[in-house]
């Protein structure tokens, strides 16, 4: 048996059916399952008009954010350890960008979810068409949205924070590599 198939992979998979929507939380269904997995108090990073969230972030001012910023600045509007669950919804293509966003791109999202790390406590909770890796953090459990016809599935992806011990960091590493030799 090779090394793939000995190790465990807790990661919940759960599959719902939504009709697609351009605000992610006007589906009912990913509506109530981002509210079941919210930890203590959450920041929404790129919140639209969702309401979902204790301080929401959002570039357009139309949409009555807390705050109005680029999501880039996040380490300029909260402070680590303040909150436990960032909520995390950026437009997820080039198309999305320009259709909802101005043409304004997210394209440093690699540097968001790397200040996210070292200011959340607890949770990270994405929403797009890939899954992330964010260092210090372990994917838990993913929500996988189908529209039917020709839109593409949203992916829902919650990442727990890892408690610092060795096992953690070598479980990790070992994961990293079978991703490379997969992918």
Request: hydrophobic content about 35%; proline content about 5%; aromatic content about 10%.
């Amino acid at each position: 048996m090779n090394r793939i198939n000995e190790m465990k992979f807790l990661v919940e998979i759960h599959y719902l059916f939504q009709f697609p929507s351009r605000y992610t939380f006007e589906m009912p269904g990913v509506r109530k399952w981002l509210k079941s997995h919210i930890i203590r108090r959450s920041v929404n990073v790129f919140a639209g008009k969702c309401k979902i969230g204790d301080l929401r972030i959002d570039l357009d001012p139309t949409m009555q954010p807390d705050i109005v910023g680029d999501a880039i600045d996040i380490d300029r509007f909260i402070m680590p350890g303040e909150y436990a669950t960032a909520i995390i919804d950026p437009p997820y293509s080039f198309h999305q960008s320009n259709v909802n966003y101005n043409g304004h791109k997210c394209h440093q999202i690699t540097v968001v979810r790397d200040k996210l790390s070292k200011l959340i406590t607890k949770r990270l909770i994405w929403f797009g068409w890939t899954i992330p890796k964010t260092p210090g953090f372990r994917r838990t459990e993913i929500l996988l949205v189908g529209h039917g016809g020709s839109h593409n599935a949203t992916i829902c992806t919650i990442e727990d924070r890892i408690e610092d011990r060795i096992e953690d960091r070598i479980e990790d590493r070992i994961e990293d590599r079978i991703e490379d030799m997969l992918f």
